[in-house]
């Protein structure tokens, strides 16, 4: 059975500061993607990271695909409140025609 | 172009009674797939539907059942309700079923509620 394991759990930090959050496997996924939920919504697709090494931006978001497939990071720099969500990175595996697999996530509470 | 609508988005039901949910994708999507979201357990996958066939099943009890129509509409059933099932239920369209390119669009959910 595939597992992300997501890192840390919970976050809370001052707006201005930086942050990285970790998605990691011991699992090679052909793809990982980066979703942001925020209270009372569906998560909304951020990133998808397809090739081994790949560093994506978006903004001040960089997404990071281990150069094995088997990990990602995210890192936000300058964090704001608007980034406050839950953080969730999904894998999708290399053998195809099976479900997503999910990491429970991180909770970023960025405080003004 | 629309994105994944699910309704209702609330719903408070009594434990034994069952619960419809419907989900409509993205239009040219055919597949759906279903997510039970808890606090304490993330995001669960129930199933996935792709032109009207289950693809995949997670590993739920048979009280959970879903269907999918030929306009790619979907509805999942929960029969016999119990206290345990109050969760955010999630609905995800995307355009292939698998693959490094399986990408999901989800709806806002529907926040069901079992007294």
């Known amino acids: 059975t595939q597992l992300l394991e997501q890192s840390p759990q919970f976050l809370s930090i001052q707006e201005g500061e930086n942050l990285t959050v970790y998605c990691n496997s011991s699992?090679?996924?052909?793809?990982l993607q980066w979703y942001r939920q925020e209270p009372g919504e569906g998560p909304v697709l951020l990133v998808t990271?397809?090739?081994?090494?790949e560093v994506k931006k978006l903004k001040r978001l960089t997404f990071q695909f281990g150069d094995a497939r088997k990990d990602s990071s995210l890192h936000i720099t300058a964090a704001q409140p608007g980034d406050t969500g839950l953080y969730l990175c999904?894998?999708?595996?290399?053998?195809?025609?099976?479900?997503?697999?999910f990491g429970k996530g991180t909770r970023l509470s960025v405080i003004a | 172009k629309a994105g994944v609508t699910q309704t209702p988005r609330y719903l408070i039901k009594t434990r034994g009674q069952q619960v419809t949910l419907s989900c409509s994708p993205i239009?040219?999507?055919?597949?759906v797939s279903w997510y039970q979201q808890t606090p304490g357990q993330g995001l669960q996958f129930l199933f996935e539907?792709?032109?009207?066939?289950?693809?995949n099943k997670g590993n739920f009890p048979g009280r959970f059942s879903g269907r999918q129509f030929s306009n790619s509409r979907s509805e999942m059933n929960v029969s016999t309700l119990e206290l345990g099932d109050s969760a955010l239920y999630l609905c995800?369209?995307?355009?292939?079923?698998?693959?490094?390119?399986?990408?999901?669009?989800f709806g806002p959910g529907t926040r069901l509620t079992v007294t």
């Open positions: 995800a369209s995307s355009l292939a079923s698998g693959g490094a390119s399986y990408e999901q669009y």
């Open positions: 699992s090679v996924f052909s793809s």
């Open positions: 990271v397809v090739t081994g090494g």
């Open positions: 999904a894998g999708a595996s290399s053998s195809g025609n099976t479900p997503l697999v």
């Open positions: 239009s040219g999507h055919r597949s």
């Open positions: 539907y792709f032109s009207e066939t289950q693809r």
